[in-house]
Structures are given as structure tokens and as C-alpha cells.
């Protein structure tokens, strides 16, 4: 199984600041790494696919880059609605397999 | 617009099968894999399974003993079995395909 590896696991961050996300993995996955959010109480909502292509509908402040093995989620400017949990998956082998997740709490 | 709506029994006995149902709305059933995933209380996601319209399944090695994942393309669904579950297998079942997901169910295994 690739293992996804994200950190930091927790982050305390302010409306305005720009936030960084980074997913590691055990081996390469030829750029088929996606980004989720989930709020408590709601499924999760896909924000990026393929390592950079924003779903249709994500506000451009979340970007992703990255490739190989290493990749990040960045938020521009954090806004009230950005605190969550973000996850990475990859979706490049079988079993499918997410990162542990990241939780973005207000500072 | 795709919509998924799942069902099925939210409390379970241990030992007993866990059966879910997850129906999809609109767009094209037969165009995507669609997926179980799972996320025990408190806890991050593990992907469980997932089934092409023509049948085509792939399992988590961790759950391939215990699981089925079949489909129903006549009525635009497919569903999970688990069986023999334990307080382990306690957690919010998801359906989904990457950009929609069901709105999950939480099933609990309890004696």
C-alpha cells in the first residue's frame, strides 16, 4: 500500500493568512493526488485532482501543487468558511489511500 | 447536477452483516467507479471498495475477506456488504465518486 503522510497534522492560523498543506507519499504516484475538505458533521468535498486542476466551483484561493512523491495545499487568504480538516488521497494504485488530515483551526 | 443517497441499518449486533445502498441521480452512472468509504468516529478515511458499472470491482486488501460490493445499473445503484462486523467496523459509511459523495451513514456495532 503507498502511504499518504500529511503535516502538520494540526494548525492554528488567522483570517487573512495564507496556509500551506503538505502531503507526502511512500512512492511515486504520477501526479494522481487529490485534495478534500471536510467540515464536522459533512461528507467530504473535493477541492483539487490531479495534484493542481481545481474542481469546477473551488474558489481559486485553494491551489495544489507538486509532483513525484511531494505536494502541497495552499490557501491564499484563509477565510472563516476555509477551517476544516483537509485530507490528501492518491488515487495513482490500489488501495486507494488518504492522509491522515490536516486541521485548520482558528487562532 | 449528481446526487447520491445511500440507506440502510445504522446499529448492528457483532457478527452480523453490515448492508448499505447508495442510489445516483442525475449525470452518468456508467461513466465512473463508484466507491464506499468509511471514517470511524473522530477519525480519518479509509477507503473500503469500489464498483464499475459493468461490474468491475476493486477491494481495500484490509477488508477484501469480509467485503461485496455489487451493482444495480437497471436503477442507477450499488451497494456494500460487510460481514461479520465488530466494534472496529463502527464508523460513518461514505458513497462516492471523488467529487460527489452520499451524505453517509453512521453504523454502529454494538452487542
Known amino acids: ?105 482558528i487562532k | 447536477q449528481v446526487q447520491l443517497q445511500q440507506w440502510g441499518a445504522g446499529l448492528l449486533k457483532p457478527s452480523e452483516t453490515l448492508s448499505l445502498t447508495c442510489a445516483v441521480y442525475g449525470g452518468s452512472f456508467s461513466a465512473y467507479s463508484w466507491s464506499w468509504i468509511r471514517q470511524p468516529p473522530g477519525k480519518g478515511l479509509e477507503w473500503i471498495g469500489e464498483i464499475n458499472h459493468s461490474g468491475s470491482t476493486n477491494y481495500n486488501p484490509s477488508l477484501k475477506s469480509r467485503v461485496t460490493i455489487s451493482v444495480d445499473t437497471s436503477n442507477n445503484q450499488f451497494s456494500l456488504k460487510l460481514s461479520s462486523v465488530t466494534a472496529a467496523d463502527t464508523a460513518v459509511y461514505y458513497c462516492a465518486e471523488a467529487r460527489y459523495w452520499g451524505q453517509g451513514t453512521l453504523v454502529t456495532v454494538s452487542s
Not at chain 1, 474542481?55 to 502541497?72: E, L
Open chain 1, 1 to 105: 500500500d503507498i502511504q499518504m503522510t500529511q503535516s502538520p497534522s494540526s494548525l492554528s492560523a488567522s483570517v487573512g493568512d495564507r496556509v500551506t498543506i503538505t502531503c507526502r507519499a511512500s512512492q511515486g504516484i504520477n501526479n494522481y493526488l487529490a485534495w478534500f475538505q471536510q467540515k464536522p458533521g459533512k461528507a467530504p468535498k473535493s477541492l483539487i485532482y490531479s495534484a493542481s486542476s481545481l474542481q469546477s466551483g473551488v474558489p481559486s484561493k485553494f491551489s495544489g501543487s507538486g509532483s513525484g512523491t511531494d505536494f502541497t495545499l495552499t490557501i491564499s487568504s484563509l477565510q472563516p468558511e476555509d477551517f476544516a480538516t483537509y485530507y490528501c488521497q492518491q488515487y495513482n494504485s490500489y488501495p486507494l489511500t488518504f492522509g491522515g488530515g490536516t486541521k485548520v483551526e
